[in-house]
């Protein structure tokens, strides 16, 4: 193979890399794309991804309302330490999240919420702990999902007074717990942790602690400069809210 034939198929195979990694927000004339992040995993009964399939809330409201402001949906697997950094070069349109749960949220803009998410403990049926206070857990360690962040216990894991294992998959926060004594709880949403338990039917085997530490708006994080669309999204959700269809998609998953 010739030098030249060499360099072009180089060229050739950069050129292809660069399509495939076009940022979202360039789009051809004409093709009203918005390519949501779903992760991997997803993040159900919020985002359930089942190989191509895509449903649960946050997907069924971006699907009622995007085709209302002249956007096709378009769902894009991206790892939960990436989605910032691919949302900010403009990879991805936008991606659920918490305000709370961002590390930088000055860098990005925000939907009005969605859908509450209210975090709790959750405990193996036999055991004696509740929680009230972060003392109840002092010197107990917590599974939690990789990349988030609790500002009410952050001065509690830092200094391991509560210390914390992080995993990447919601439902292995509960095979943990279950399986190994070295874990006392674990930290999920309520309604995320009552649908693992309910598909992987070990729901007589944990409980919820009656006391929630937080309870957040789960909102569209969007690039910083996306004003426009943050402002037409609210009003068709808002829209939404008032028809009753709003109602009609969460009654589908609770």
């Avoid at 050129?15 to 949501?36: Q, R």
């Avoid at 919420?113 to 360690?141: C, M, N, Q, W």
């Amino acid at each position: 193979m010739s030098r030249a034939t060499r360099v072009i198929g180089r060229c050739a195979g950069f050129l292809l890399m660069i399509s495939l990694w076009a940022p979202a927000h360039a789009h051809n004339d004409g093709d009203d794309v918005f390519h949501f992040n779903v992760s991997p995993n997803g993040y159900p009964p919020y985002l359930i991804v089942d190989g191509d399939r895509v449903s649960g809330i946050m997907w069924d409201v971006m699907s009622l309302i995007l085709p209302k402001l002249g956007y096709e949906l378009n769902a894009r697997k991206i790892p939960r330490k990436r989605v910032d950094q691919m949302l900010r070069k403009g990879y991805i349109d936008g991606t659920p999240r918490a305000r709370e749960w961002t590390t930088d949220p000055e860098n990005f803009r925000f939907t009005d919420a969605i859908v509450y998410v209210e975090e709790v403990f959750f405990f193996r049926e036999d055991s004696e702990l509740e929680y009230h206070r972060p003392e109840d857990l002092f010197g107990k360690t917590v599974v939690t999902p990789l990349g988030y962040i609790y500002p009410e216990l952050t001065t509690y894991f830092q200094d391991e007074r509560i210390k914390r294992f992080d995993v990447s998959r919601d439902r292995n926060m509960f095979r943990y717990l279950l399986h190994s004594d070295r874990f006392d709880a674990a930290l999920a949403d309520r309604l995320v942790g009552k649908w693992i338990m309910r598909q992987e039917g070990i729901g007589g085997q944990l409980r919820s602690s009656s006391k929630s530490i937080s309870r957040y708006g789960l909102r569209l994080m969007l690039r910083r400069d996306n004003h426009a669309f943050a402002e037409a999204f609210n009003r068709e959700l808002e829209n939404a809210r008032e028809s009753g269809e709003l109602d009609r998609i969460l009654a589908d998953y609770r």
